[in-house]
């Protein structure tokens, strides 16, 4: 087992590497002249050599690659050309919106997903489960944008119940909880189509098995067979395809945080596009990258710890 | 006769659709899709304009050609080129094996690190934002995506008998890999493709939407959308019928790949 | 106890089992014997309510006097592990693999029975001593992958007599495990049925084993209970066409070492043909087709059971024919 999370470990940490390398190569390889970026066309070549030297533009690629990386680690990813602030910050202030917003939409996803999934393997061939096989498939097809639309049009535009969009800020809870219903659901709901299809045809595979007819002739009633033996082995295959929904989930919030025109990491990822802040968008798509491969990475493990199987192989 | 799964015939109906409305465009449609009429803006649907005209007067029907054309070309543009690469790399890691089989899975799983909106967002920081990085992105993405599918399937068809006589009878592997597994992983492939392709155009929408995709005044679903949104008390019309294009078109090319996966290998058919 | 009367499980009106009557008391041991699509498996299931959601049943079922006929899956969930336990052919996959096998054989009693957690687990510790699993405590707290099949079946026996049930049916316990642990496995269900004065009803196509396990017997073809009587009398002596085929069939081990180069190689008789398919199967006399010994109207009437002793009987038009001539 401890051979197993070394290797697992080693290869996370040599995956963020890689990541980090891709990241560092398309952003500063490619890219024209930084500092004529900063300081305009106007700048004399004086002041451009020297901001040049200043940023450390003058230096090999490798050594600014591990420049970067030391200072990430430690917290520091450089100054925003746009903002004049430390990116850092920019960061902290931002990702508190961010956190949540995937958060709560990850748990209703969750919550969604796994009992439309199982309520559906449940009444397999009857309604229900036809139901719900014809939702998740058309819900795989709307992008999250256009469902984002079409519950501003209805709740917002025509019925007047929520905000169309923007965050007030966190003075007033009401408010911003309020702001964050339709953000939240239209998370939700795209991403609960995939993982309700998964949890279906989990939960079929797992009732065709054998030791569910056992509880079922141990005289079990079919609430408790299906909760507390179909969906535990369920689970297990689920757990992965969770893992790999975050990927979807980080696209999923920064589209969100666009659409609603929330202030958190995704927002500020365009801003800076539009500003050709480099330094900004270098960290934050360091900073998706390594979610996504940090969360895979836990995934993983988590795998390994739910399946008493795998722990002997381990 | 054997009885098409409804999947695949729904799909097919749905892929048609967009399909020919796209090829369509090419030489045709109602209106010139850029031509603005101020005037004639926010028109209701009539014999002229079928769905009506948008806020700068332009026909929304020829729009909606136009941007199935823009749709269509990025996703096989994407797919294509991603899909290659992705094959030929696949088959080439099942060729050799090894520690370049290993070598190419974990480039693959350093793939998946990256959904393909924080590429193109890298691409857009360093380039400007363009349509070609939008299909750059898609591409790179479907790279690991088919290295796996041609991987796993040319592992599988390898262990044929009839490939270990090629095999013995000394064939090189890379006429191997060409004559006799590749013909074989088609199936494979052409579904994983089929599928890649709805997920090319959901990514294209999604990318034109956020400004990352077809500059105006191209055309394309998402930029519609994204236009439309600002409109959203004036004309909401406006904001339906692109995303009942983009809805028509994912379903369609999905529900395709699904019907010819069911058709191609039964065994594969997933609980229903 | 167990009462089936004239009791048929159709599908889209073809028959798997057909007209079966049956009583089983307390201490009985019977086995069931016949091919796949025999009807066997059916009939096992319908005595514990667990048969396919679209079969279509008819006739009398009745348990300790209470009509179970055409009772739901509730009241079929009271009777389960209490009244009636049953233990399938394919023990590997039957455990939940996420839970400890002591769990498993905990929850009926907590449920059913509502004992407590310690009670529960000591009548588990008592129960896998019981059936034979060495080192109970330590078993306990395993998981299914961690034990063998053989132990895994006795874990599978624990479970079934978690609640004390009155009948135990074995469909095919031992057609998966390995001839001596087979052995084992059939002397343990004798034995546990001795001891517990408890019915148990032994389902398989192991001729040797049946004849090792029950007092009776009952042998199946295509749905139809051709032939029953005390075990003993009826592999001595089958009345059967059916039946004498069925024994005919046993290869004799001894038979192919009758001396080097010289010895005639054993050919075993078989029962031309196949067993035809649920539709197309005859009206009539289920056997009829491949019965060495018909005539004309065995396969458009249904022969009735003629008693041929106190307690044997079979179904078969030509013993009709002597009994009244």
């Given at each position: 087992?401890?051979?197993?999370?070394?290797?697992?470990?080693?290869?996370?940490?040599?995956?963020?590497?890689?990541?980090?390398?891709?990241?560092?190569?398309?952003?500063?390889?490619?890219?024209?002249?930084?500092?004529?970026?900063?300081?305009?066309?106007?700048?004399?070549?004086?002041?451009?050599?020297?901001?040049?030297?200043?940023?450390?533009?003058?230096?090999?690629?490798?050594?600014?690659?591990?420049?970067?990386?030391?200072?990430?680690?430690?917290?520091?990813?450089?100054?925003?050309?746009?903002?004049?602030?430390?990116?850092?910050?920019?960061?902290?202030?931002?990702?508190?919106?961010?956190?949540?917003?995937?958060?709560?939409?990850?748990?209703?996803?969750?919550?969604?997903?796994?009992?439309?999934?199982?309520?559906?393997?449940?009444?397999?061939?009857?309604?229900?489960?036809?139901?719900?096989?014809?939702?998740?498939?058309?819900?795989?097809?709307?992008?999250?944008?256009?469902?984002?639309i079409l519950l501003v049009l209805l709740f917002a535009v025509k019925l007047r119940w929520l905000p169309p969009g923007g965050?007030?800020?966190?003075?007033?809870?009401?408010?911003?909880?309020?702001?964050?219903?339709?953000?939240?659901?239209?998370?939700?709901?795209?991403?609960?189509?995939?993982?309700?299809?998964?949890?279906?045809?989990?939960?079929?595979?797992?009732?065709?098995?054998?030791?569910?007819?056992?509880?079922?002739?141990?005289?079990?009633?079919?609430?408790?067979?299906?909760?507390?033996?179909?969906?535990?082995?369920?689970?297990?295959?689920?757990?992965?395809?969770?893992?790999?929904?975050?990927?979807?989930?980080?696209?999923?919030?920064?589209?969100?945080?666009?659409?609603?025109?929330?202030?958190?990491?995704?927002?500020?990822?365009?801003?800076?596009?539009?500003?050709?802040?480099?330094?900004?968008?270098?960290?934050?798509?360091?900073?998706?990258?390594?979610?996504?491969?940090?969360?895979?990475?836990?995934?993983?493990?988590?795998?390994?710890?739910?399946?008493?199987?795998?722990?002997?192989?381990? | 006769?054997?009885?098409?799964?409804?999947?695949?015939?729904?799909?097919?109906?749905?892929?048609?659709?967009?399909?020919?409305?796209?090829?369509?465009?090419?030489?045709?449609?109602?209106?010139?899709?850029?031509?603005?009429?101020?005037?004639?803006?926010?028109?209701?649907?009539?014999?002229?304009?079928?769905?009506?005209?948008?806020?700068?007067?332009?026909?929304?029907?020829?729009?909606?050609?136009?941007?199935?054309?823009?749709?269509?070309?990025?996703?096989?543009?994407?797919?294509?080129?991603?899909?290659?690469?992705?094959?030929?790399?696949?088959?080439?890691?099942?060729?050799?094996?090894?520690?370049?089989?290993?070598?190419?899975?974990?480039?693959?799983?350093?793939?998946?690190?990256?959904?393909?909106?924080?590429?193109?967002?890298?691409?857009?920081?360093?380039?400007?934002?363009?349509?070609?990085?939008?299909?750059?992105?898609?591409?790179?993405?479907?790279?690991?995506?088919?290295?796996?599918?041609?991987?796993?399937?040319?592992?599988?068809?390898?262990?044929?008998?009839?490939?270990?006589?090629?095999?013995?009878?000394?064939?090189?592997?890379?006429?191997?890999?060409?004559?006799?597994?590749?013909?074989?992983?088609?199936a494979a492939v052409i579904v994983q493709a089929t599928i890649e392709f709805a997920v090319a155009i959901l990514a294209e929408?999604?990318?034109?939407?956020?400004?990352?995709?077809?500059?105006?005044?191209?055309?394309?679903?998402?930029?519609?959308?994204?236009?439309?949104?600002?409109?959203?008390?004036?004309?909401?019309?406006?904001?339906?019928?692109?995303?009942?294009?983009?809805?028509?078109?994912?379903?369609?090319?999905?529900?395709?790949?699904?019907?010819?996966?069911?058709?191609?290998?039964?065994?594969?058919?997933?609980?229903? | 106890?167990?009462?089936?009367?004239?009791?048929?499980?159709?599908?889209?009106?073809?028959?798997?089992?057909?007209?079966?009557?049956?009583?089983?008391?307390?201490?009985?041991?019977?086995?069931?014997?016949?091919?796949?699509?025999?009807?066997?498996?059916?009939?096992?299931?319908?005595?514990?309510?667990?048969?396919?959601?679209?079969?279509?049943?008819?006739?009398?079922?009745?348990?300790?006097?209470?009509?179970?006929?055409?009772?739901?899956?509730?009241?079929?969930?009271?009777?389960?592990?209490?009244?009636?336990?049953?233990?399938?052919?394919?023990?590997?996959?039957?455990?939940?693999?996420?839970?400890?096998?002591?769990?498993?054989?905990?929850?009926?009693?907590?449920?059913?029975?509502?004992?407590?957690?310690?009670?529960?687990?000591?009548?588990?510790?008592?129960?896998?001593?019981?059936?034979?699993?060495?080192?109970?405590?330590?078993?306990?707290?395993?998981?299914?992958?961690?034990?063998?099949?053989?132990?895994?079946?006795?874990?599978?026996?624990?479970?079934?007599?978690?609640?004390?049930?009155?009948?135990?049916?074995?469909?095919?316990?031992?057609?998966?495990?390995?001839?001596?642990?087979?052995?084992?496995?059939?002397?343990?269900?004798?034995?546990?049925?001795?001891?517990?004065?408890?019915?148990?009803?032994?389902?398989?196509?192991?001729?040797?084993?049946?004849?090792?396990?029950?007092?009776?017997?009952?042998?199946?073809?295509?749905?139809?209970?051709?032939?029953?009587?005390?075990?003993?009398?009826?592999?001595?002596?089958?009345?059967h066409p059916y039946t004498r085929g069925l024994l005919g069939a046993r290869p004799d081990p001894l038979a192919n070492m009758?001396?080097?180069?010289?010895?005639?190689?054993?050919?075993?008789?078989?029962?031309?043909?196949?067993?035809?398919?649920?539709?197309?199967?005859?009206?009539?006399?289920?056997?009829?087709?491949?019965?060495?010994?018909?005539?004309?109207?065995?396969?458009?009437?249904?022969?009735?059971?003629?008693?041929?002793?106190?307690?044997?009987?079979?179904?078969?038009?030509?013993?009709?024919?002597?009994?009244?001539?």
């Amino acid at each position: 087992m401890g051979y197993f999370l070394f290797r697992r470990t080693a290869g996370f940490v040599l995956t963020l590497f890689a990541v980090s390398a891709v990241v560092f190569a398309v952003m500063n390889v490619l890219p024209g002249d930084p500092a004529l970026t900063i300081l305009g066309l106007d700048a004399t070549d004086d002041a451009l050599a020297a901001l040049r030297e200043q940023l450390g533009l003058n230096d090999p690629l490798l050594t600014r690659y591990f420049a970067w990386i030391g200072g990430a680690l430690q917290g520091d990813f450089g100054v925003s050309h746009s903002f004049r602030v430390p990116v850092s910050e920019l960061i902290a202030e931002r990702l508190p919106m961010t956190l949540s917003l995937a958060a709560t939409g990850m748990l209703l996803t969750l919550v969604v997903a796994l009992s439309l999934g199982i309520g559906a393997a449940a009444r397999h061939g009857r309604v229900g489960d036809w139901g719900v096989m014809f939702l998740s498939q058309v819900g795989i097809a709307v992008p999250a944008f256009w469902l984002s639309i079409l519950l501003v049009l209805l709740f917002a535009v025509k019925l007047r119940w929520l905000p169309p969009g923007g965050f007030p800020g966190w003075s007033d809870p009401v408010a911003a909880l309020r702001s964050l219903i339709l953000p939240t659901i239209a998370l939700a709901l795209v991403q609960s189509a995939v993982l309700a299809r998964v949890t279906r045809s989990s939960a079929l595979e797992v009732m065709r098995q054998d030791f569910v007819r056992t509880a079922r002739a141990s005289g079990l009633s079919r609430r408790r067979v299906l909760w507390r033996h179909v969906l535990p082995n369920a689970l297990i295959p689920i757990v992965t395809i969770v893992g790999m929904q975050f990927a979807a989930l980080v696209t999923g919030t920064i589209v969100i945080e666009n659409v609603f025109y929330l202030p958190g990491l995704g927002r500020l990822i365009f801003q800076s596009i539009a500003n050709r802040d480099l330094p900004t968008v270098q960290a934050l798509v360091m900073l998706f990258a390594a979610i996504v491969v940090t969360t895979n990475f836990l995934v993983d493990l988590l795998y390994v710890l739910i399946d008493p199987r795998l722990k002997v192989r381990a | 006769m054997t009885r098409l799964p409804a999947n695949l015939l729904i799909g097919a109906v749905l892929v048609s659709l967009v399909v020919g409305a796209a090829g369509l465009s090419l030489i045709w449609t109602p209106h010139d899709p850029t031509l603005m009429n101020i005037r004639d803006k926010f028109a209701a649907p009539s014999e002229l304009h079928w769905l009506g005209t948008d806020q700068l007067g332009r026909d929304v029907v020829s729009q909606l050609m136009a941007g199935a054309r823009n749709s269509m070309a990025v996703a096989l543009i994407a797919v294509l080129l991603g899909g290659s690469i992705g094959v030929a790399l696949g088959l080439l890691a099942s060729a050799i094996g090894g520690w370049v089989e290993d070598g190419v899975m974990r480039l693959a799983d350093l793939g998946f690190a990256f959904p393909a909106l924080l590429f193109a967002i890298m691409l857009a920081a360093v380039f400007g934002p363009s349509l070609s990085n939008a299909v750059l992105a898609i591409a790179f993405i479907n790279i690991p995506i088919f290295a796996r599918v041609a991987r796993a399937s040319a592992n599988q068809v390898s262990t044929l008998d009839y490939v270990s006589a090629a095999r013995a009878a000394g064939m090189s592997r890379f006429a191997i890999s060409r004559d006799h597994i590749l013909p074989n992983i088609a199936a494979a492939v052409i579904v994983q493709a089929t599928i890649e392709f709805a997920v090319a155009i959901l990514a294209e929408a999604a990318l034109s939407y956020l400004g990352l995709g077809a500059q105006p005044p191209a055309a394309s679903w998402g930029r519609m959308l994204a236009e439309a949104q600002t409109l959203l008390y004036l004309a909401p019309q406006l904001a339906i019928y692109p995303g009942l294009c983009i809805v028509a078109a994912v379903l369609g090319f999905g529900l395709l790949g699904d019907g010819l996966r069911d058709v191609s290998d039964p065994r594969l058919a997933r609980a229903r | 106890m167990f009462d089936l009367q004239d009791f048929t499980v159709s599908f889209g009106g073809h028959a798997a089992l057909r007209g079966a009557s049956l009583r089983i008391d307390r201490g009985d041991r019977l086995g069931v014997v016949g091919e796949s699509g025999s009807g066997k498996s059916m009939l096992a299931l319908s005595l514990i309510g667990m048969v396919p959601e679209a079969a279509q049943l008819s006739g009398q079922l009745s348990i300790d006097g209470r009509d179970m006929s055409r009772a739901s899956e509730r009241d079929w969930q009271r009777l389960r592990a209490r009244r009636v336990a049953i233990i399938f052919q394919e023990p590997m996959a039957a455990l939940n693999p996420l839970r400890r096998v002591g769990e498993t054989v905990m929850e009926p009693m907590l449920i059913h029975e509502g004992l407590s957690q310690r009670a529960a687990e000591a009548k588990a510790l008592a129960l896998f001593e019981e059936v034979g699993i060495p080192d109970p405590a330590a078993r306990l707290r395993q998981f299914p992958h961690q034990l063998s099949g053989g132990q895994r079946q006795r874990v599978l026996i624990a479970l079934a007599l978690a609640c004390d049930p009155g009948l135990l049916i074995a469909d095919e316990p031992t057609t998966a495990l390995d001839a001596n642990v087979a052995l084992r496995i059939t002397d343990l269900l004798v034995r546990l049925a001795e001891e517990r004065e408890m019915a148990l009803v032994f389902i398989s196509h192991d001729l040797a084993a049946v004849a090792r396990a029950t007092r009776d017997i009952v042998v199946m073809y295509g749905g139809d209970m051709v032939e029953r009587g005390p075990t003993q009398e009826v592999l001595a002596g089958p009345a059967h066409p059916y039946t004498r085929g069925l024994l005919g069939a046993r290869p004799d081990p001894l038979a192919n070492m009758a001396g080097r180069g010289g010895g005639r190689r054993q050919r075993l008789p078989t029962i031309p043909g196949t067993v035809p398919l649920l539709r197309e199967l005859p009206q009539g006399c289920r056997f009829a087709g491949r019965c060495p010994v018909e005539v004309p109207q065995c396969a458009a009437r249904v022969p009735l059971a003629t008693r041929l002793g106190p307690d044997r009987s079979a179904a078969c038009h030509l013993l009709q024919a002597e009994e009244s001539a």
